[in-house]
T-cell receptor, first 114, second 115 residues
């Protein structure tokens, strides 16, 4: 979905390096999410934010941190990358309809930690 | 080292056939369900959704069926085309409690359409 963009699309980094993945959206949604996808394991929630001042840990937040710089921007950081953080990372947004929580995904970032 | 994930269920069909993809969800209190399609190298795309007060909903070439008794969701694709080849997964929403604002995703099914 072009309304949700992620940079970079691909990244190779070395163990111990700090890296940041960025997400921007033009949908005007308050809610933003970061997921990790590993082969055969589906999408797992890392962090989510309901608005600029509200950030929550997901099921696998260890080793990650986030920053909600504005309504439209939500960044994910790996403070000290390790090889088992090699995965596909997706950002998503939602308009906050409590009866649905339909989420719209970005194109993903493929991260490789060597 | 690289972790070994589970093998996803797979469905292979011929072009023009109908496809049925199944999903068992976990929470009987879930009140909204979504099907997503994920093509290789892309993010998940919304296909169709259904609320728990419905049993069936139709879209363009797709139908979602919900059986709350056995907590089962299915996606039917009519006249399957090669462009339908992708991973399909369901997601459930529970509008309350600790799951508020979060979707729970299934692991997915790989659909391969042969010309």
């Amino acid at each position: 979905d072009a309304d949700v963009t992620q940079t970079p699309r691909n990244r190779i980094t070395k163990t111990g390096k700090r890296i940041m993945l960025e997400c921007s959206q033009t949908k005007g949604h308050d809610r933003m999410y970061w997921y990790r996808q590993d082969p055969g394991l589906g999408l797992r929630l890392i962090y989510y934010s309901f608005d600029v001042k509200d950030i929550n840990k997901g099921e696998i937040s260890d080793g990650y941190s986030v920053s909600r710089q504005a309504q439209a921007k939500f960044s994910l950081s790996l403070e000290s990358a390790i090889p088992n953080q090699t995965a596909l990372y997706f950002c998503a947004t939602s308009d906050g309809d409590p009866l649905s929580n339909k989420q719209y995904f970005g194109p993903g970032t493929r991260l490789t930690v060597t | 080292g690289e972790s070994v994930g589970l093998h996803l269920p797979t469905l292979s069909v011929q072009e023009g056939d109908n496809s049925i993809i199944n999903c068992a969800y976990s929470n009987s209190a879930s009140d909204y369900f979504i099907w997503y399609k994920q093509e290789s190298g892309k993010g998940p795309q919304f296909i169709i959704d259904i609320r728990s007060n419905m049993d069936k909903r139709q879209g363009q070439r797709v139908t979602v069926l919900l059986n709350k008794t056995v907590k089962h969701l299915s996606l039917q694709i009519a006249a399957t085309q090669p462009g339908d080849s992708a991973v399909y997964f369901c997601a459930e929403n529970l509008a309350g409690g600790t799951s508020y604002g979060k979707l729970t995703f299934g692991q997915g099914t790989i659909l391969t359409v042969h010309p």
